[in-house]
């Protein structure tokens, strides 16, 4: 069984900056498709940002320009980099990775904007 594991989150001021990570803990196949989901206290789960195996990136509109979505075949990793963030921008993280028809789901990283 695959898992995917996150790191980065934690509590940073307004206008700061994180670096979230996911690992996958089986390097036998390349994701298809990787990307960045987050879920706000009484809000549903919403797509941040994907990624393609051909590095093609969507980004939500309220992201753009802010948030920058990156792979790593070889690690078998994404990545999250996120700048001048906003309390707004608070929410569990979830990684996603996707091969064939199977999808998978971090645990969740907790990033909290707060002054």
């Known amino acids: 069984q695959v898992q995917l594991v996150e790191s980065g989150g934690g509590l940073v001021q307004p206008g700061g900056s994180l670096r979230l990570s996911c690992v996958a803990s089986?390097?036998?196949?390349?994701?298809?498709?990787m990307a960045w989901y987050r879920q706000a206290p009484g809000k549903e789960r919403e797509l941040v940002a994907d990624?393609?195996?051909?590095?093609?990136?969507k980004y939500v509109d309220s992201v753009k320009g802010r948030f920058a979505i990156s792979r790593d075949n070889a690690k078998n990793a994404v990545y999250l980099q996120m700048n001048s963030l906003k309390p707004e921008d608070t929410a569990v993280y979830y990684c996603?990775?996707?091969?064939?028809?199977?999808?998978?789901w971090g645990q969740g990283t907790q990033v909290t904007v707060s002054s």
């Open positions: 990624i393609t195996n051909s590095d093609s990136t």
């Open positions: 996603n990775a996707r091969f064939l028809l199977t999808s998978y």
């Open positions: 089986e390097s036998r196949f390349r994701f298809t498709y």
